[in-house]
Structure formats: structure tokens, C-alpha cells
């Protein structure tokens, strides 16, 4: 494992982060595997950038094989809205390089900048949803908390992620009947549902 320390916030990459984008890299076309990356961590610099701007401080920032995780020194320093706006920052960068990407594949038609656009897209809108972990449930957590207490709000984002990842499920299923399989989709479901499953065995 690498580990240093920039301005009090410890950096970590695992073992774990290498082998997954190894693998990533022998099963999918390399072009298309760098270009995720790029664009998770455009993702991951937008909820930082937000933080730093509201003047919340960074703790850790950990590399692993469950992906990219950002941890503060207090959890609602900035406030319901200020934890709003951070959740949703990376969704916003996904946006704006899209944004970028676009409009210079219009001038210069290059076909990576083509995909750059495509790719934040699906990355942003991914995080969108309201599954737990991912950042629409982050953001509709605290939206939530502003109204009805913690307990139901926690009832509610469950109950949304359970659907969300059936419907993701299904999907990769569809999709494996007419063998058009999505490495992606299928990781990324199972990974979700494992989390749900270690949350409700938590709760009990």
C-alpha cells in the first residue's frame, strides 16, 4: 500500500486499486478504462473542490478496490445545504467536462473527446441515483434530514436503493439473456447490493 500525507490529509492507495483496474484493463478496451478513470477522478476532485470551498478540511483520501472515498474531519460541519452541494459537486464536474469535451469535439472532432462526454455522463448520472453510497442518496439523505428525523429518512434512502439496485440487476440480467455482456453493470450491482446486505445485517 502507498501512503503520504499532503497538508495534514492522508493519501492512500491499496492493492486492492491496482488489481481492479489490471483487471479492468485485461477485460475492456483500454482507451475506454482511462478514460473512467479520468473521469472518476474529475468526479472525486469536484466533491473536493466544494469542500474546500465551503471550508470543511480533508482527512483521508483512500484508493481501494471499492473505489475512491473521501473522508472529512466532521461529518455535518457545513450544514445540511453545504453537505447537499458537496454531494452533488462531482456530479456537477461530470457535467462541466462533459460540457468542455463537447464542445471541443465539435471544433476539433476527435473521437476520445467524443467519448470523454459520454463517459463523465454515465459516470455522473450513475452517482446520481438514489442508491445507498452513491451520491443522489448522500444528497437526499441530508435533504430529508431537514424535514423528518433520521430514522425514517435512513428508511426511506433503504428503501430506494433496494429498488434502484433490483431494477440494476435486472437490467444486467436482460442484457446477459441477449449476450451483451457489461462487465461494469454487473460489478457495479453486485458491489451495491453487497453493501446493502452488510448494512441490513448492521442494523439488526
Known amino acids: ?13 491499496g492493492t486492492g486499486f491496482f488489481a481492479v483496474i489490471t483487471l479492468m484493463l485485461i477485460t475492456c478496451e483500454t482507451r475506454i478504462v482511462l478514460i473512467s478513470l479520468l473521469c472518476s477522478l474529475f468526479h472525486e476532485a469536484g466533491h473536493i473542490a466544494a469542500m474546500l470551498l465551503l471550508g470543511d478540511r480533508l482527512r483521508r483520501i483512500s484508493f481501494s478496490a471499492f473505489g475512491i472515498s473521501i473522508d472529512k474531519f466532521s461529518v455535518t460541519a457545513l450544514g445540511y445545504r453545504g453537505e ?7 456530479i456537477g464536474a461530470n457535467c462541466l467536462l462533459s460540457l468542455v469535451s463537447f464542445c471541443c469535439w465539435l471544433a476539433l472532432k476527435r473521437r476520445v473527446l467524443c467519448d470523454i462526454c459520454i463517459v463523465s455522463l454515465l459516470v455522473g448520472g450513475f452517482n446520481l441515483l438514489p ?4 451520491d443522489g442518496s448522500r444528497a437526499l439523505r ?10 425514517h429518512a435512513d428508511t426511506v434512502i433503504f428503501s430506494l436503493s433496494v429498488v434502484c439496485v433490483a431494477l440494476l440487476l435486472s437490467a444486467a440480467v436482460i442484457m446477459l439473456c441477449r449476450r451483451k455482456t ?4 454487473i460489478a457495479a450491482t453486485v458491489y451495491l447490493g453487497f453493501l446493502l446486505v452488510c448494512r441490513l445485517r448492521g442494523a439488526r
Open 1 to 13: 500500500m502507498l501512503k503520504f500525507t499532503v497538508r495534514d490529509c492522508e493519501i492512500s492507495v
Open 84 to 90: 447537499i452541494a458537496v454531494s452533488l459537486a462531482g
Open 131 to 134: 442508491i445507498d453510497s452513491l
Open 142 to 151: 441530508f435533504a430529508l434530514l431537514r424535514r423528518i428525523p433520521e430514522k
Open 182 to 185: 457489461n462487465f461494469s453493470l
